[in-house]
């Protein structure tokens, strides 16, 4: 297995409040990857931090190699950009935007140009069972409904890595499977690397291996690089 993303002792700090402290993680390619804890724990800081997001105090951040902690920030907004994807747990649509136009983002940010963007952003709607529905605004939309959108525009540029921040949080337990099931099943389809922080132990469950974090570090002593 290849590792496509890893942090090496991990510091990070929100003023005098330790939020990582000595976190260590690996992550294969394709994986799947369910971080689980107490509130607080750090869950959210250590994603930010594979992200590119935040820069730790201290420690290592390497995707594919190359060490993100080093970067500009201009160099970790590209790779972000281009290389990563991004689903929230209240899905963030931009509410003058419809549907499509929501998908098609990440695209025209990249470059695409508007006619393919928009052929590429459609082709989505089918698939996560939303057919119909790609001129409604985000306000126009159920909440599964718009997850699911937000589920469409983290992948649509196929990303190698895809960070989920709760993304079923916000909705009741089915609609949170269903979106959980339509993630993993794209991922799958696309080789994207997933990495999911969830506190319902129900979606951890569609994730191939999951994690704890307890006061700012990873409980994974199976998997800590050496
Ligand atoms: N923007 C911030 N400013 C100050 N402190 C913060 C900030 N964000 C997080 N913290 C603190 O850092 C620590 C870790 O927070 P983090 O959000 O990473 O935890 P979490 O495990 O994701 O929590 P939850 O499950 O409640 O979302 C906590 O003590 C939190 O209060």
Same mark, same amino acid.
């Given at each position: 297995?290849?590792?496509?993303?890893?942090?090496?002792?991990?510091?990070?700090?929100?003023?005098?409040?330790?939020?990582?402290?000595?976190?260590?993680?690996?992550?294969?390619?394709?994986?799947?990857?369910?971080?689980?804890?107490?509130?607080?724990?750090?869950?959210?800081?250590?994603?930010?931090?594979?992200?590119?997001?935040?820069?730790?105090?201290?420690?290592?951040?390497?995707?594919?190699?190359?060490?993100?902690?080093?970067?500009?920030?201009?160099?970790? /907004? /590209?790779?972000?950009?281009?290389?990563?994807?991004?689903?929230?747990?209240?899905?963030?649509?931009?509410?003058?935007?419809?549907?499509?136009?929501?998908?098609?983002?990440?695209?025209?940010? /990249?470059?695409?140009?508007?006619?393919?963007?928009?052929?590429?952003?459609?082709?989505?709607?089918?698939?996560?069972?939303?057919?119909?529905?790609?001129?409604?605004?985000?306000?126009?939309?159920?909440?599964?409904?718009?997850?699911?959108?937000?589920?469409?525009?983290?992948?649509?540029?196929?990303?190698?890595?895809?960070?989920?921040?709760?993304?079923?949080?916000?909705?009741?337990?089915?609609?949170?499977?269903?979106?959980?099931?339509?993630?993993?099943?794209?991922?799958?389809?696309?080789?994207?690397?997933?990495?999911?922080?969830?506190?319902?132990?129900?979606?951890?469950?569609?994730?191939?291996?999951?994690?704890?974090?307890?006061?700012?570090?990873?409980?994974?002593?199976?998997?800590?690089? /050496?």
């Amino acid at each position: 297995m290849t590792v496509v993303i890893e942090a090496r002792n991990v510091m990070f700090s929100f003023g005098n409040t330790p939020a990582l402290r000595g976190a260590s993680i690996a992550v294969d390619a394709g994986e799947i990857l369910a971080i689980m804890g107490p509130s607080g724990s750090g869950k959210s800081t250590l994603l930010h931090c594979l992200a590119g997001i935040l820069v730790p105090d201290s420690g290592e951040i390497r995707f594919d190699g190359a060490r993100l902690d080093s970067m500009t920030e201009t160099e970790r /907004s /590209s790779l972000r950009r281009d290389r990563f994807g991004f689903v929230f747990q209240f899905g963030q649509l931009v509410p003058e935007l419809t549907a499509v136009e929501n998908v098609a983002l990440p695209l025209l940010l /990249s470059g695409v140009r508007r006619p393919e963007a928009l052929r590429k952003a459609y082709g989505w709607f089918e698939r996560l069972g939303l057919d119909g529905r790609e001129q409604r605004r985000s306000g126009e939309l159920s909440g599964g409904q718009a997850q699911r959108v937000a589920l469409a525009r983290g992948l649509v540029a196929e990303p190698e890595v895809l960070f989920a921040d709760e993304p079923t949080g916000a909705l009741d337990s089915l609609t949170g499977e269903q979106v959980m099931e339509l993630l993993v099943a794209a991922a799958r389809e696309q080789g994207t690397t997933v990495i999911l922080v969830t506190h319902e132990p129900r979606v951890a469950a569609y994730a191939d291996r999951e994690v704890i974090v307890r006061d700012g570090r990873v409980n994974a002593p199976d998997r800590i690089p /050496s």
